[in-house]
Every structure is written in C-alpha cells, then in structure tokens.
C-alpha cells in the first residue's frame, strides 16, 4: 500500500473512475486537492460561481451517462451548489460533487466558512459521504461513483475536511465493495412483462408514454422497436422529448402543461397506456385523478418507489426499462405466429423479427 | 391568448434552428417560455440529443449544462436554446466558455421579460404585471463581446439564418441575441391543477 495524503488519494481513485476533468472554483477548504491539479492528468475547468459547475457536471453527466465531477469550498462554496444537486436529483442525473469542510476539530464550532453541508443537502441527494480519516477517501469515491451511476442515477456528494485532505495515510483501492441495502438493478419479472403485453393487445387504444428513464436507460432501438411492431403512437413526458424521433410517424411528441395539442389528446382519449421510466409528474399528467380514470397503466421504472407513487398501476415492471423493453421484444417473437399475423399484419411481422435480430 | 402573428414568432424560430442544426446537435434549454417553445416547435430527430432541467426548473440550468454538454462532446454542435430571464442567472459562465475553450451556442428568445410569469399573470392576474420587466436590460451583444465571445443580433429571418450558420462555423462561443414580441404566449396550456382535457387552445 502505497502512503499518500487524501488529497492526492482523492485525485488517485477519481483517475480509476475515468474522470477526465473537473468544473469547479477553489477556496480555503479544498486548497489540498487544488494543490494535486498540479500534479495530475485531471484537466481543471474554472468557473465563476460554484452554481454553474454543478450545471456543467449535470449537463456532462446526462450527455455522457458517466457521473460529471464539480468541486467547491467549505461553507458558501458548498451552498452555492445546492441549487445544482437539487436539480440533478429532480432530473436522476448522475454527478458527484465534492466539497471541502473544515478540519475535522473545528466542526460543530461555527469556524469560519463552515456549513454543515451534509445535512443541508441529504434531501436532495441520492448519497451523501464525509470521510473522517484519509484512508477512507478511496472507498467513498468507488461507492460515491457506483451509487451516483447506477439504478437511477443522481447526485453524490463528498464533503472532505481539510485535515482530512492534508493528511498521509496508506492507502488500499479497493476493486471490490458492499454497500449494505442498496440493490440498484432488479431483473425485470417475465410474467409481469407478459401481462403488460396481454393487456396492450386486449385494450382498443394503447399508446406508449416514453418519460426520461427511457432517455437515461438508452432504449431507444427498444422502444421504436415495440411502437413500430403494434404500431402504437408515442407521446413522451417534457423530460422523455427525444426518447423517440419526433419526425418518426407515430411520434406525437410531448404531453403535460405545454404539450403538443394531438399528444395531450391522444393521451386522454387512451385506454391502455406503457409508461416508460416516468414518475408521471404534474406537469405532464394534470390532475392525477383526471388521468387514471378509465386508464390501465402499465408502469417500467427502474425505481420500485415510483410504483404506485402518483398513479395507481394495473402491471408493474421494476428493472432497467431497456431490458425490461428487450424481455417484451423477445417475448412478442415468441407469440402465435397466426394472431400476431391477424393483428398486424405479415409485414411487420417481418419487421419484428428483422428488430429482434438486431438487438 | 394568442400566438406572435408577425415573422418572428417563436416557431418559426426554432424550425429554422432546426432546419440548419445537423441532427447529432445536442440541445439544453433555460427554464421558461422559450423552454416550451422549444419543446413544441424544436423537433429531436436523433435520440438523447436533448436536455433540460424538467424537474426542479432551475432558470439559469440550460448555458452551464451545454458548457458540461460540449465537453462530453466536442465533436458536435451543442446550444443553449435560452430566454433572457434565466440567461442572465448563469450568464457569467461565458468566462468559463471563452477561456477554457469551450464553444457553444446560446440562442436567446429575448423579449425581455420573466415570460412566464408575465403569462400567467397575463391569463390568472387580470393583466397586473408586476415584478416581470426586464427593460432591455443589459444589452447581450455587448456582454458577449466584453467576455470575448461573439454577438449577433437577429432581428429579421435572414439575419437569424446568417446568424446561426456564423455561430456553427465559430471558434469561440456564440451568444445570438433575438428580440421577440412580449406578448406572445405560449400554447395549447392545460393550466395547474387541471385534467389533459381542459387544455387551452390558441384564439
């Protein structure tokens, strides 16, 4: 094992995860890990206020689907991202921010550009570390990646003190961890994803809402696949835009407060709906009564939690929505030829299983 | 409730962004009227090319979230479709642009107003605005160039289409400034609190 500070421990795990580069502005309290930019390949981008590097780590962690790295200082340096992790947290998008604490000694003691960041910013993150020893850095690192960047992505935040930076330990870099309770990937239950499927063909005016979970999950082949194969029209949530191409013939764009006029009334006029990663926010559904009235809801989501949430759903599948998608791809193969024939037509039959070997 | 009626109207803005954006572009918005505008009228042709903050509505998300975006891709084009409200809440970030070298796009819908809010109060308020005006204020040509990037005023179509062309093909961040009607609201509105099929139809 190798001695070294936390600072450079720091600088030394976020390498193994890939980091690239970090947004961010340097204070008193993070000075020891400024200090390693010095000394390492990680490329440092300067902002001008710790806000807008949370923005830029968020909107690199959506593009890129790997956790975007900001730093900041203790006290104000750390409420200036708050705004950043509340908006990444509300939109599942995978980032870690660090921020410097003061030593170890001084906290609790009101010393100066102190904040007990931690507590201020557990509602709005998915994790939240404060390593108290150097030796701990390389493991919350490892687990602060793993959490922010898997099941459904959000924020993770570690706040490290001064002295904690400062401070030589040796150190291990751990491969392998265990993060007790937390199991981000449920594999999608077959039966469930029959019964979504009965219940599509068994219903008079199914449409697929695709929300961002279809956007973070990349089911995109999936997604066109399924809609192409029943020809199903596709309406999205504002945050799904794009899950689906919007010249695409079945596409009727958003729905919700400012969705598209044919979409929001689509939606309305449906009996059967496949909602695909979305927690059916407000925003895009109305009034929650108005919406499930007279509607079975067929809910993916990776997050058990949004099952059930904010509407009452007739089948629930829990598990990455792109698996979840492929299991009813293969599973439409697997029906009677003669129905799918009858129902859809030879066609996109063909088409079906020209999509099934593609995927 | 109406829609501009004149040339720049929000949706023949975006159609013509989109007309000249390749299809791998990605897209960030601010949070407000141009937000969905541009979700009405910005069609996304290749998947996951667009981003927006929907959930909490953070105004001043969309120029430091494009700045994140192009570095994650340097290979495509990457805009900042924005209002001049949020615009203003992260617009310091052009620093970081010009000299970390990162060359986006921001593409203000500019009418100088907290648009949204003016709408509401428009449509719930009986007209009182109050808190809303912008006053022209500041002017966003002059703040790009005072940051080193490049300023265009678009006021007509063809300054808007030369405009777009001069940012894609720029080295340095583009701030296009596009003065647009008050007024212009935007629909269909299904308003808080209400079912899908009460939405609000253009007059």
Redesign the interface.
């Known amino acids: 094992m190798e001695t070294m500070t936390g600072a450079k421990a720091l600088m030394t795990a976020m390498e193994k995860e890939g980091v690239k580069q970090v947004f961010g502005l340097p204070g008193g309290a993070n000075l020891p890990m400024y200090d390693e930019f010095a000394r390492c390949d990680i490329r440092h981008i300067l902002v001008r206020h710790e806000q807008s590097a949370a923005h830029m780590a968020d909107g690199f962690g959506r593009v890129s689907r790997k956790a975007g790295v900001c730093f900041a200082t203790s006290g104000p340096g750390a409420t200036n991202i708050l705004t950043g992790l509340a908006t990444a947290q509300a939109d599942s998008a995978p980032m870690i921010a660090v921020t410097g604490q003061v030593p170890v000694a001084m906290i609790g003691r009101d010393a100066f550009q102190e904040s007990d960041i931690i507590g201020m910013a557990n509602p709005v993150v998915k994790y939240a570390f404060q390593p108290r020893l150097p030796e701990e850095v390389p493991e919350a690192v490892k687990k602060g990646f793993y959490i922010a960047q898997t099941g459904r992505p959000g924020p993770v935040l570690l706040d490290i003190p001064k002295d904690v930076q400062q401070n030589e330990a040796p150190m291990d870099f751990p491969d392998e961890f265990k993060i007790q309770g937390y199991h981000p990937w449920n594999d999608p239950d077959i039966a469930s994803v029959q019964k979504a499927i009965d219940m599509l063909l068994n219903s008079e005016k199914p449409i697929i809402l695709a929300g961002g979970g279809t956007i973070i999950s990349s089911a995109f082949a999936e997604l066109q696949a399924i809609a192409e194969t029943l020809m199903l029209p596709v309406v999205t949530t504002f945050k799904g835009k794009g899950a689906f191409p919007e010249n695409h013939p079945l596409s009727l764009g958003p729905i919700g407060m400012h969705g598209h006029a044919e979409a929001n009334k689509m939606m309305t006029e449906a009996d059967c709906v496949l909602a695909i990663g979305t927690r059916f926010s407000d925003r895009s559904v109305g009034t929650f009564e108005a919406f499930e009235k007279r509607l079975k809801i067929i809910h993916m989501d990776v997050d058990p939690a949004e099952i059930g949430k904010n509407q009452t759903t007739s089948v629930a599948v829990v598990g990455d929505v792109r698996a979840s998608l492929r299991i009813m791809v293969k599973l439409l193969l697997q029906r009677s030829v003669k129905k799918l024939k009858i129902l859809f037509g030879l066609n996109t039959l063909e088409k079906l299983k020209h999509i099934g070997k593609k995927i | 409730m109406k829609l501009h009626p004149g040339e720049m109207g929000a949706a023949k803005i975006l159609r013509k962004l989109r007309e000249l954006l390749p299809k791998e572009s ?1 897209v ?1 918005t601010e949070v407000g009227q141009h937000q ?1 505008w541009a ?2 009228f910005y ?14 509505g ?1 105004m ?2 969309g ?7 192009k ?3 340097p290979d495509v084009p990457v805009v900042d479709i924005a209002g001049d409200g949020s615009f203003s809440m ?1 617009e ?2 052009l ?2 642009a010009v ?2 070298d ?1 060359p986006v796009i921001v593409f203000i819908l500019n009418n100088s107003t907290l648009g949204m809010v003016a709408q509401w109060q428009r449509t719930f308020y009986d007209r009182r605005m109050v808190g809303v005006d912008q006053g022209g204020c500041p002017d966003y040509v002059k703040l790009a160039e005072s940051y080193g990037a490049q300023g265009i005023r678009a006021q007509s179509m063809d300054e808007l289409d030369k405009a777009i062309k001069s940012a894609l093909s720029s080295d340095v961040a583009t701030v296009i400034d596009i003065p647009i009607d008050p007024e212009e609201d ?14 609000i ?1 253009p007059s």
């Open positions: 990605v960030t969905m979700s009405l069609d996304v042709i290749q998947p996951g090319t667009f981003f927006s903050s929907t959930g909490l953070t001043g998300w120029f430091p979230a494009s700045i994140g975006a570095v994650a891709r992260t310091n970030s620093a970081t000299l970390e990162i935007v629909l269909p509105f299904v308003a808080p609190g209400t079912s899908l099929s009460d939405m139809l």
